[in-house]
């Protein structure tokens, strides 16, 4: 036990760096490890001053906070440098106490370095020691207040099942972006430094081999979709403009040539764009048909003569809009276009069309815009692309799909023109997979600052006693609590569905398209209202850029949009869910349907028995089969009904595409109501796979929030529907608040396994 205040000088340089180390907390011990590396490795520093490093480093033996104020008063009465308007980093600091004793040698480039590396890993802006010195008050950061420092039985754990087997490689992500973390995080950018910055840091990761994981292993991939989606959730904890250029360039525009394309594209292109040494787009929404891509006007006319295709936008209505990386950095765009041969009209398909040349100059016939500043992503360089009768090879069409051969006849393996277009757009849905699982990285970085801040953050209490913790209040834990829970739960329904599109080859393409879009719809929306709802939560320090939350609002707002409206998106799980309700009667003899609605009816007189629904027992509640059980009877009903509604109105000679407006918000509602059964079973069976028993009980406890935080959310249907009575659904409210209550106590933990880079919750910690 260290019991003497008296600092030996060879460690006076170090002072600041242990202070502000141990300051906000007990030491992880991957941040030990970093920091012992760096020294160890700088041979500019003695061994001695190396070991007596190692023993302030050693977790079983912290500072004392004796021994914390100390240091401050000892660095604040000797660095006599502490002008707030001053920047002044841990090597300047360090110099300065350095002077004292005269170990001025200690001052070198190579320390320097090590220094700065440290203040990265830390989560330490560079420059900006001397304030946290300042600023720091022993009293507020006690270890032993309810922002609890030690790790909980399932904490490793539960980390390393939300890493899903990825750890290396989000690892290897975050040693590429740690030491970009102050310039990441600037304001101060204009939109040409921004973009340029997103790019550079693209192309590091491009460097390290991150973007073209999800390639074919002969391309220099490593054949993983789940691993290339691990990459693109790891760089959602640092910037979501560097996420969406990752994706719109590896992914869709990659992805496009990977997907529709054949062995002779894989061998021209693959290789050049993994590497980045060609940059490109994915060029499909237009200004008139955005959500309507079988409606697109852009047109690519074969030329049997030179066997090549006119490229062309018709209108200015017609240009492509909103297209990441066309104005400033593409060579080549993945256009999609209404094929044309001999005047026959054969649907859509893609084009790979060169937009500059290797000098960025724009290509002849080509017309491209800038989108300008947007409300966020502005490091992603948004661009419009209006084609001018620009003559490409015919090799230049991706071909998998639809071909033209050397006669100039259209071939395909897929005759029908429809099932044809659904299958080219079904090898695209990795976007669709990934763009939900960034919006959820953002809802736990949200999630992450708000417990942090509310767990410290100390407010009111009882008449001359202290104030107490904001997580107190049942309002709050109400707040929180069951968006912790949603994070989990879309976290698991995310590697769910990822998995199956990646493992599964003969999967129904387009029943996964179809989940893969409600999921997208409801997780995003989730993202968003957990963004604001955390924001709030954090009172004016959220509102305070330096809490990110005005990026995060920012950036995932547009998450609704892109990849398919959501509203749009739901119709499409719904149209495929009326289709597997039809082919399921469509299968049916005279005898399975009596048995099927006599199925029906068993459910009922089960299900809305007076003693299931007004059985208002915890561990009832607590079922699964209670759970899921009404899940699936909101699913199922609201399938029935629509089903029913659309055959009625049908029959009665209204127009099927009338039919469907008509009834169009309960087709959103039912494919809502499908999503979250597929959420809760996956969820479900996670937990039975679990053998660490710690993680089985706080999954289940998540588990049991979500579920019976949904039904709350719907009670105005169950009680409509009869299916809970009113007691029941106030037992209900009353254990959701309890779950609520219970896990507040786990909050710290549950968000740490998210793994957001420390100096984020350091963050949140500063607001005195």
């Not at 959602?236 to 560097?242: F, G, V």
């Not at 609704?560 to 739901?570: A, H, R, S, W």
């Not at 309700?581 to 459910?603: C, E, V």
Request: with cysteine; glycine share 6%; net charge negative.
């Amino acid at each position: 036990m260290k019991t003497s205040i008296n600092i030996q000088d060879s460690l006076l340089p170090f002072l600041p760096l242990l202070y502000i180390a141990w300051a906000d907390g007990i030491l992880e011990k991957h941040e030990i490890d970093y920091i012992k590396n760096q020294i160890d490795d700088n041979n500019t520093i003695t061994d001695a001053t190396k070991q007596l490093i190692s023993k302030w480093l050693d977790p079983s033996h912290p500072p004392s906070a004796r021994e914390l104020v100390y240091w401050k008063k000892y660095i604040k009465q000797h660095a006599d440098v502490l002008d707030l308007s001053e920047k002044q980093d841990l090597y300047s600091l360090g110099t300065v106490l350095a002077k004292k004793p005269n170990l001025e040698e200690w001052a070198n480039e190579k320390t320097k370095q090590s220094l700065q590396q440290i203040e990265n890993y830390l989560g330490v802006s560079s420059h900006e020691a001397i304030r946290f010195i300042d600023d720091f008050n022993p009293a507020l950061f006690k270890v032993d207040s309810n922002l609890k420092r030690s790790e909980a039985p399932y904490s490793k754990a539960l980390k390393t099942l939300l890493q899903h087997g990825n750890t290396d490689i989000k690892n290897k992500v975050q040693s590429i972006l740690d030491p970009h973390k102050v310039e990441i995080e600037s304001h101060n950018d204009d939109l040409f430094t921004r973009r340029e910055k997103v790019l550079q840091w693209t192309q590091e990761l491009a460097d390290a081999g991150l973007g073209k994981l999800a390639y074919p292993s002969a391309y220099g991939g490593s054949d993983s979709m789940v691993q290339y989606a691990s990459v693109f959730e790891e760089i959602a904890k640092y910037d979501l403009s560097l996420t969406i250029k990752f994706g719109v360039h590896f992914g869709l525009f990659g992805g496009s040539v990977e997907s529709l394309g054949t062995n002779y594209h894989h061998d021209k292109y693959l290789i050049d764009i993994g590497t980045m040494a060609l940059p490109g787009c994915f060029a499909m929404t237009e200004m008139h048909h955005g959500s309507n891509v079988k409606a697109l006007q852009t047109t690519a006319t074969y030329q049997p003569d030179d066997q090549s295709f006119i490229i062309h936008t018709p209108t200015q209505n017609d240009r492509k809009t909103y297209i990441g990386n066309a104005a400033m950095h593409a060579q080549m765009a993945t256009v999609f276009a209404q094929l044309i041969v001999d005047e026959e009209e054969y649907g859509i398909h893609a084009f790979l069309v060169p937009i500059r040349n290797k000098q960025g100059e724009t290509m002849p016939g080509i017309t491209i815009g800038d989108n300008g500043h947007k409300m966020g992503l502005n490091g992603v360089d948004n661009g419009t692309l209006h084609f001018d009768k620009v003559t490409i090879p015919k090799e230049n069409l991706l071909n998998k799909f639809g071909d033209v051969d050397e006669e100039g006849q259209y071939t395909s393996p897929i005759s029908s023109s429809s099932r044809r277009f659904f299958t080219m757009l079904g090898t695209l849905v990795g976007g669709r997979l990934c763009v939900p699982i960034a919006g959820n990285t953002a809802s736990k970085k949200a999630l992450n600052m708000a417990v942090y801040f509310a767990l410290d953050r100390k407010q009111f209490g009882p008449p001359g006693k202290e104030e107490q913790s904001i997580m107190d209040y049942p309002t709050h834990q109400k707040k929180l609590m069951p968006l912790i829970a949603n994070a989990y739960a879309y976290d698991i329904a995310h590697e769910h569905l990822l998995r199956e599109y990646t493992s599964d080859l003969n999967h129904d393409a387009q029943q996964m398209e179809a989940l893969a879009a409600g999921l997208k719809s409801l997780s995003t929306w989730n993202a968003t209202e957990t963004i604001q709802t955390c924001r709030e939560a954090c009172g004016g320090k959220g509102y305070l850029s330096e809490m990110y939350f005005d990026r995060l609002k920012a950036d995932t707002d547009i998450f609704t949009t892109f990849e398919g409206d959501n509203t749009v998106l739901l119709q499409l799980t719904a149209k495929s869910r009326l289709t597997y309700f039809k082919k399921q009667f469509g299968r049916m003899d005279w005898w399975d349907t009596l048995k099927y609605i006599s199925n029906i009816a068993s459910t009922n007189l089960s299900e809305l028995n007076p003693l299931v629904t007004r059985d208002t027992s915890e561990d009832h509640l607590l079922e699964n089969d209670f759970q899921l059980s009404a899940f699936t009877y909101r699913e199922e009903y609201s399938l029935r009904s629509l089903a029913m509604r659309l055959n009625k109105k049908i029959k009665n000679g209204v127009d099927s595409y009338d039919a469907f407006l008509d009834t169009q918000v309960h087709l959103i509602d039912m494919a809502s109501a499908y999503i979250d059964r597929i959420v809760l079973e996956r969820f479900i069976a996670k937990i039975e796979e679990q053998e660490n028993k710690s993680v089985k009980d706080i999954l289940t406890s998540l588990k049991n929030l979500y579920a019976l935080h949904r039904i709350e959310e719907n009670k105005g249907w169950y009680l409509e529907h009869d299916y809970i009575s009113g007691s029941k659904s106030l037992a209900i409210n009353k254990l959701v608040q309890k779950l609520c209550k219970e896990l507040k106590n786990e909050s710290q933990y549950l968000v740490d396994a998210f793994d957001i880079p420390k100096h984020m919750t350091a963050t949140a910690l500063k607001f005195y």
